[in-house]
Structures are given as structure tokens and as C-alpha cells.
């Protein structure tokens, strides 16, 4: 039997999973760089000119991916996409945010009280040397980021103990139920026999996997080339042979490319960039609903914003309308609440509820809410913010709003990790508001828990509710989903009424891709992007999928 030992969030994790929704450059997936974009401009492809239309998709990321091992996770969302098509998981997404069999025959066995999960894998899943997948292969990686103190260690701490019941079954031990963890375990699995040959090689020169793309080159910072499997142990394989990711940052370098034809499908359109790909004669954007949430998070640990009533104020001095239409549209929406609309619907929340508990801008009742309040004529309210042209336009607003109040409010931008150390303080002087973006697992858990909870590894709000916390602490132990669903409204509901955040914006999956592309659908979890060859879930599951070709 194999033990797993508690294991403590890094600075580099947090830096990982606020990134995923535009916080951070270093570990991003969605969110762009606003308008026009900020970023260094990479170096844009792999210097071959036009695309071989016949076999090659070419896909521009916002940045470049660190490495490809399972087992960690410096290079975030942008090598994770990458990894999901050279190794497959036990489990992967449908065309939403439910669960569905890959490396696995079925979905788990769950003993009565949720803390056992004994999982079958398939027989004919082979690593990419021809090796069978087993049940080592997946106490290896779920056991290794907690030896390892990876950044993934945290999640996979939770799994207290596994059993190698034969060579294709494995039973995960908790030592309480924990019903996110359906999505942890649906990572990549890495072959053991040869990253232990070379740990520091491996996910650099050496990538090994069982999904339907083998690694062919990484040049960083340049490109990383994949083709495809065609041993692929599934049902079927992909259209597409070759596979290419280019790192462009800056958002204006990465379009051109696309309208040049050096790359064929672009991500992260900008606003200011969506009319030029829209008017192109030969390409479209395909963009859907993502799980990401941006927010503005008020620091009531002490000072004036510690105060219901200014809280309240600064809600009704926002023109939040006009903020998101004039700065995010048409690449994001605006949010109601914490949890991203694709989630929310999925769990039956009552979002034209929650909508409705947003006031419009009243500038008037803002202002006898600060007099109510005792606010100090001379107040300075400190608006910290990070990362993308977006976010901070959206801030200004905000500040906008508290000056024509009566008041004064600055915008500071930060580098993260600054930002980071700020707002975790919880010092008035120097931090009140603070704008992030954050993007998870569907699970109301992974958003609720880690930003709020007095306990959650993100939590700068300082937020001093004991039913609210104590509603996540049962909500996240209960197998049960009708009880779960019923205590994540009400925690949602008391965060609205007390004004813990002031929910921005979404930002969509949005791709640019060229007309002879065909197949390619957006998918709502960032790391699942593009879904080139999403009919792989078929082999399992009664779910099919996307077989993106190249007319």
C-alpha cells in the first residue's frame, strides 16, 4: 500500500492557479493581455513559413510552456494543454464539465461513505514504447507530487492511501469524503519505468505518454511539435498528423501571424483585435463559456472597507455596465456571482437571483451610504491590481465611481507577487480593494473554498462569518450532491448580501481559426483547449467528440 503525507501550497501554485484566468504571464491559460496586450511578443513560430494545410494544426498561445511532466506543474495552464494530448487520464471531460471514463473502463466504485474509490483500467492502454498502462502507473503519479513537494502535492496530499489490487485496478483511500476529487484524479498519468530513469530529463527531452500525440521536439520558448500516435490504443485516431504549439505574448503579433498563415488557429483574441478577425475573408472565431472568474475582493480585515455600509457604497458608486461593455466586451460577460455560468448552471443555481442583488449606479445612495458609514472626507480608497490592461481599466472605473462619490480612489498596478504579499497582509494602509482572476476545477469547492474560506489558500478578504465557513467545511465533506448544491447557494447568497467580492467579468474561449479548419468547438475548461481530437472519450464512454481535420 502506498501513503500519501499532507503537503502545503506553494507561492509558485498560487501564482499557477490565479494565472490560469489572465492574473499571471508566468502560468496563465485564458484572459489575454487587454487591450492591445502588454506582452514581450515572443518569438512567434517556428520560422517555416506558410502551414502545410494537408497534416498541421498550429496553435499560438499567449506563452510559452516550462515543461511536459505530469507530475509537475511549472509551466501552468500553457503546458498543461499540451500534456493533455500526450498523455491521457483516468478520466476526462465531456463536451461540459461532467466526467467520463478515459484510461479508465468506468467511472469509480464508490464505497457508502465516499472514501473509497476502486478504479478499473484498460486493458489495452499502452504508453507510447509499447508498454501496458497500470495500476503502478497511477499510484506513481498521484503519489509522486507529494514526495516530490510539487505543486500539484496540495491536491493529491488528500488521497491518504492506495492499493495495487492487480495489475490494471487501484483503489484510492481518503479519510474523509471529498467529492472534488473526481477532478484531481483526472490528470495525466505518467509512465513510471521511464521518468525514473530520468527525472530531470523527463517532460524536457525525454516525454513519454499514452495519448493520441507523441512527442516529437521542444525548442523553448519556440515551439514544442507534436505528431500523431498512430498505435493510439483508443478506438480511433486523430485527422490531424502533426501538432504545433507556438508561443506569441504580445496579442497584436500573435493575429497578424494568423492573418499571415504561419499559424492556423490563434487564442486569446483581444477586444480591439475582434473586428480585424471577424472582417478576415478566411477565418472565424469559434468562443463559448469558460470556468474562470474575475473579481474584486474588498480587504475587511480592518478599515473603512471593513464597513458593511461602504462596502455597499462603493457597489452603488460602480458603473459596472459600461465598465465591462466599454473594456471586456465582446471577449467576456459580466458575473453575477462567484461561480462561472457554465458551473452555476450545472449545479441548478439561481443565478437571476443572485443577478438581481446587484444594484445599478446610484451615485447619490452611494454617497449617504458613506455619510451613514462616518467615512472621513479625506479617505484614500487603494485599489491594488496585477497583470492585464483589462483588469486595471476596470479598477480605474471602479475608482472612478468612488471620486465622483465625494471620495478619492487610487489604482496601483503590481507585479503579482507583490500583489500577492499586499493584499495578504491585510493592511488598510496600503491594500482595500484588490482585482484577480482565478480559474479551477468545476466544482463550486475549488472557487468558494480556496477565495474565501478563512482557511483557503487565496483568501485575502479576511472574511469573518462562522456559518458561512462552516457551510463550506460540511458542504466539502458531504457526498451527498442535492445537500452539497443547497449549502453552496446559501454560502454564495450570504457572500453576496455581505459584499465580499464584487463579481467583474468572464472571459470566454475565444480562437481564431482558419476556414479550412474544420471540427474545432471551444470547450469550457481552459486546459482542455483546443479539443482537436475530443472523440477520443468515445472509447469508454458513450460520449463522442470532435475529430478536427484540415480541408
Known amino acids: 500500500m502506498v501513503e500519501n503525507h499532507k503537503h502545503s501550497r506553494s507561492r509558485r501554485w498560487f501564482l499557477g492557479a490565479a494565472g490560469g484566468a489572465g492574473i499571471a504571464t508566468l502560468a496563465g491559460c485564458t484572459g489575454g493581455n487587454g487591450n492591445g496586450g502588454n506582452g ?10 506558410d502551414i502545410d494545410r494537408e497534416n498541421r494544426l498550429v496553435f499560438a498561445q499567449n506563452a510559452a510552456p516550462d515543461e511536459l511532466d505530469p507530475i509537475n506543474n511549472r509551466g501552468g495552464n500553457y503546458s498543461i494543454v499540451i500534456k493533455n494530448w500526450v498523455y491521457d487520464a483516468l478520466y476526462t471531460y465531456d463536451e461540459g464539465t461532467d466526467l467520463v471514463p478515459l484510461l479508465a473502463t468506468s467511472m469509480p466504485e464508490v464505497n457508502q461513505d465516499g472514501t473509497e474509490f476502486t478504479i ?52 484510492l483511500n481518503l479519510d474523509e469524503p471529498y467529492p472534488p476529487i473526481m477532478n484531481t484524479i483526472a490528470h495525466p498519468i505518467a509512465p513510471e519505468h521511464v521518468r525514473e530513469e530520468d527525472r530531470e530529463e523527463f517532460g524536457r527531452s525525454v516525454v513519454v ?100 455600509q461602504v462596502r455597499e457604497a462603493i457597489v452603488y458608486a460602480t458603473d459596472l455596465d459600461s465598465a465591462i461593455s466599454n473594456f471586456v466586451e465582446p471577449v467576456g ?63 480605474i472605473s471602479i475608482a472612478n465611481g468612488i471620486n465622483e462619490a465625494g471620495y478619492t480612489g487610487n489604482v496601483q498596478r503590481l507585479d503579482f507577487g507583490t500583489l500577492l504579499d499586499t493584499f495578504a497582509s491585510g493592511d488598510a494602509d496600503q491594500v482595500n480593494i484588490y482585482l484577480l482572476g482565478w480559474t479551477r476545477d468545476p466544482d463550486p469547492d475549488r472557487f468558494i473554498y ?34 452539497r448544491r443547497d449549502m ?64
Open 209 to 308: 505518454g499514452s495519448g493520441p500525440f507523441e512527442f516529437v521536439e521542444w525548442s523553448a520558448g519556440n515551439y514544442t511539435r507534436l505528431r500523431r500516435h498512430d498505435d493510439y490504443w483508443g478506438d480511433s485516431v486523430p485527422n490531424i498528423e502533426e501538432l504545433e504549439f507556438v508561443p506569441i505574448e504580445e496579442d497584436t503579433t500573435r493575429i497578424t501571424e494568423f492573418q499571415n498563415d504561419e499559424v492556423n488557429v490563434a487564442d486569446n483574441i483581444s477586444p480591439d483585435l475582434w473586428s480585424t478577425v471577424e472582417n478576415m475573408d478566411d477565418a472565424s472565431i469559434v468562443t463559448g463559456p469558460e470556468l474562470n472568474y474575475q473579481f474584486a475582493a474588498f480587504n475587511m480585515n480592518e478599515g473603512e472597507v471593513a464597513k458593511q
Open 450 to 483: 480556496e477565495l474565501v474560506h478563512p482557511e483557503g489558500a487565496f483568501q485575502g478578504t479576511y472574511y469573518d462569518n462562522d456559518e458561512f465557513a462552516q457551510l463550506l467545511d460540511d458542504a466539502r465533506v458531504n457526498p451527498n450532491y442535492e445537500e
Open 40 to 49: 514581450n511578443g515572443g518569438n512567434g513560430g517556428s520560422g517555416n513559413g
Open 488 to 551: 453552496y447557494e446559501e454560502a454564495v447568497t450570504m457572500m453576496i448580501e455581505d459584499r465580499v467580492h464584487i463579481p467583474l467579468y468572464n472571459l470566454s474561449t475565444n480562437m481564431a481559426v482558419k476556414d479550412y479548419v474544420t471540427g474545432l468547438e471551444p470547450h469550457p475548461v481552459a486546459t482542455e483547449n483546443p479539443q482537436v481530437f475530443s472523440d477520443r472519450r468515445s472509447t469508454n464512454s458513450d460520449v463522442s467528440g470532435t475529430n478536427v481535420s484540415i480541408d
Open 120 to 171: 478499473e483500467i484498460d486493458s489495452n492502454a499502452r504508453w507510447h514504447d509499447g508498454e501496458p498502462v497500470t495500476a503502478a502507473d497511477i499510484a506513481y503519479t498521484f503519489t509522486q507530487p507529494v514526495e516530490e513537494s510539487t505543486d500539484y502535492g496540495p491536491d493529491f496530499a488528500l488521497i491518504t492511501s492506495m492499493e495495487e489490487i492487480d495489475e490494471q485496478t487501484i483503489q
Open 333 to 395: 460577460s459580466r458575473m453575477y456571482s462567484i461561480l462561472p455560468e457554465p458551473l452555476a448552471e450545472d449545479w441548478d443555481m439561481p443565478l437571476d437571483t443572485w443577478r438581481d442583488m446587484w444594484p445599478e449606479q446610484d451615485i447619490d445612495r452611494a454617497r449617504e451610504l458613506f455619510e451613514e458609514a462616518g467615512v472621513p472626507d479625506d479617505w484614500e480608497c487603494n485599489i491594488l491590481v496585477s497583470s492585464t490592461s483589462m483588469r486595471e481599466n476596470v479598477a
